[in-house]
């Protein structure tokens, strides 16, 4: 593909749990060299190496980001890098200046150099315990009780105003827990509904840091990049929203995830040691309403809490049986 009729790429926080999977999805779509994989801390893996571009970005220096702008004519950024819930109760003075700070130095970048569009992520975290907490609207109050939510409420209203003021079509979704089988989620709430896969495949226990009746709506990765590259894809005129759409996959307990993993794993044993997470996930929605996605861009999960748990049990366990576990 030539550089002038595709789009050129660029994704932060490539090696991460959802941008390694995407970034290697918008390379089978748009091609290896249009799709430029950004990262800082994590290790690159061998095939986001060997199938793309892979650059270092600083995402605190509009510098930095300037720089790759130009060096590889990007035109759409994925902007992907964030600390998640759990690590940013621990540090919200670092939660805040690092997912505030890179996201407006994207977007000012972005307006300066005029690029086309900009993916950034929401949460089912912008959501605090004053929000409904079952099928939880598009439009409610938004008082969320983490630095992480406050991060995501502001760039929300940070990418509407980018839209409104400056006419850059940023687009975002508020992601549900995403579950997925190649890289691990770090420091989410809902990372247990990925780990509790991993050491029912090698060990049979999982110690789960929420209670057994701790609901929370999820995703499977399939089903969250296709969300992700379907709304980027869309006619901008159907794109009515530019803070970020609720998008809904399964709603599930702990209890039950165990109970659906055991069909497969008969003697998995499942203990509940409640942390300070709880106290996360009790503030967020057990149900999300996502019909004004459904509506406007077509929106429509494929995977529930059954076939996302075959899939995961069959993947896991074909690794774990290579010893790549
Ligand atoms: C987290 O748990 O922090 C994330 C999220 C729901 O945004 N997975």
Known sequence: ?????????????????????????????????????????????????????????????????????????????????????????????????????????????????????????????????????????QETILIPKTMYGVSKVAG??????????????????????????????????????VAIFYDAIRSKRYTCFVREDTVLPMMYMPDCIKATIDLMEVDPSKVKRHDSYNVAGMSFSAGELAAEIRKYVPDFRCDYKPDFRQKIADSWPMSIDDSVARNEWGWKPKYDLAAMTKDMIERLSKRFNEGKL
């Not at 200046?97 to 950034?120: C, D, H, P, T």
Request: overall charge neutral; charged content about 20%.
């Open 1 to 137: 593909m030539s550089r002038k009729n595709t789009k050129r790429i660029l994704v932060t926080g490539s090696t991460g749990q959802i941008g390694s999977e995407l970034t290697l999805e918008l390379r089978k779509r748009y091609g290896g060299d249009n799709v430029i994989a950004a990262g800082h801390k994590r290790q690159p893996s061998e095939t986001l190496l060997t199938s793309g571009p892979f650059e270092y970005v600083d995402l605190s220096n509009e510098e930095s980001i300037e720089k790759a702008i130009r060096k590889y004519d990007v035109d759409t950024i994925y902007h992907l890098a964030a600390v998640l819930s759990a690590t940013g109760e621990e540090n919200p003075q670092a939660a805040w200046a690092i997912n505030m700070g890179s996201l407006y130095n994207i977007l000012e970048v972005a307006r300066k150099l005029k690029l086309a569009q900009i993916f950034w992520p929401s949460s089912i975290a912008a959501f605090g315990p004053s929000a409904p907490r079952t099928n939880t609207p």
């Open 156 to 193: 929300e209203l940070l990418c509407n105003y980018y839209f409104i003021r400056f006419g850059l079509d940023v687009r975002g979704i508020r992601y549900p827990g995403i579950i997925s089988s190649e890289v691990l989620p770090g420091g989410g709430t809902t990372d247990y509904a």
